[in-house]
T-cell receptor, first 108, second 115 residues
Framework: EDKVVQSPLSLVVHEGDTVTLNCSYE??????LLWYKQEKKAPTFLFML????IEKKSGRLSSILDKKELFSILNITATQTGDSAIYLC????????FGPGTRLSVLP | EAGVVQSPRYKIIEKKQPVAFWCNPI?????LYWYRQNLGQGPELLIR????????DSQLPKDRFSAERLKGVDSTLKIQPAELGDSAVYLC?????????????FGPGTRLTVL
C-alpha cells in the first residue's frame, strides 16, 4: 500500500525563523512528488518534483527531492505570519496519495 | 480564468438524510477528482474521472456513495444515507490530460456536518 509520511505534524515558530518540512514516501512506480499549501480553503499548488537533486525555488520557498532515500524537504526562509498553513505533500505513483500534512504556525 | 467551482460551500444535515455536492472543473481539464478530507488529515481520493469515465473508484464506499460526470464536465457526488462519520470536507480537483504529469487544482470544498 502506498504511504506518505510527513514530519513534524505540527510546528510553531516566530517570524524570521527558517523551517524545514519533511516528507517521506513508500510507493510503487513513483512518478512525482508535489507540495501544496492549505490555508482555510483549498490546497494551492507549490511545487512538483520529478528529478532528484534539482532544487525548485519560489521566493522564500524551496524544495528538493531525493529519490534514492525516498524523501523531500520543503524549506521556508524568513517566515512570515502569512506562511501559517497546513503544508501537504502528495505523491503520484499508480495513485495520488497525500500525507497528513504539517501544520505550521508562525507567531509575530 | 475561473478556478474549480464547488457548491454548496457548507451543508448541515441529519443522519440518514441524502446530500449531494456539485463540482465544475477548470475549462479544458478532462480529469476530475473527488477527495474527502477529515480534520487533521490529508485529502483521501474517493474517485477519479477521465472525461466521463470513472477510472479509479476503489476508495469510494459504494454502498452509500455515488458519483457521476455526465458529458465529461460537471460532476456530482452523492451520499445516501449520510452517517455521522461522513462529516468532512469534500474537495473537488481537476487537472489536464495526463494526470500523472500535471498538478491538480482544487476547489474550495464543501464542508459537510452530519448531526
Amino acid at each position: 500500500e502506498d504511504k506518505v509520511v510527513q514530519s513534524p505534524l505540527s510546528l510553531v515558530v516566530h517570524e524570521g525563523d527558517t523551517v524545514t518540512l519533511n516528507c517521506s514516501y513508500e510507493v510503487t512506480n513513483f512518478r512525482s512528488l508535489l507540495w501544496y499549501k492549505q490555508e482555510k480553503k483549498a490546497p494551492t499548488f507549490l511545487f512538483m518534483l520529478t528529478s532528484s537533486g534539482i532544487e525548485k525555488k519560489s521566493g522564500r520557498l524551496s524544495s528538493i527531492l531525493d529519490k534514492k532515500e525516498l524523501f523531500s524537504i520543503l524549506n521556508i526562509t524568513a517566515t512570515q505570519t502569512g506562511d501559517s498553513a497546513i503544508y501537504l505533500c502528495a505523491v503520484i505513483s499508480q495513485n495520488f496519495v497525500f500525507g497528513p500534512g504539517t501544520r505550521l504556525s508562525v507567531l509575530p | 480564468e475561473a478556478g474549480v467551482v464547488q457548491s454548496p460551500r457548507y451543508k448541515i444535515i441529519e443522519k440518514k438524510q441524502p446530500v449531494a455536492f456539485w463540482c465544475n472543473p477548470i475549462s479544458g481539464h478532462n480529469t476530475l477528482y473527488w477527495y474527502r478530507q477529515n480534520l487533521g488529515q490529508g485529502p483521501e481520493l474517493l474517485i477519479r474521472y477521465e472525461n466521463e469515465e470513472a477510472v479509479d473508484d476503489s476508495q469510494l464506499p459504494k454502498d452509500r456513495f455515488s458519483a457521476e460526470r455526465l458529458k465529461g464536465v460537471d460532476s456530482t457526488l452523492k451520499i445516501q444515507p449520510a452517517e455521522l462519520g461522513d462529516s468532512a470536507v469534500y474537495l473537488c480537483a481537476s487537472s489536464l490530460v495526463g494526470w500523472r504529469d500535471n498538478e491538480q487544482f482544487f476547489g474550495p470544498g464543501t464542508r459537510l456536518t452530519v448531526l
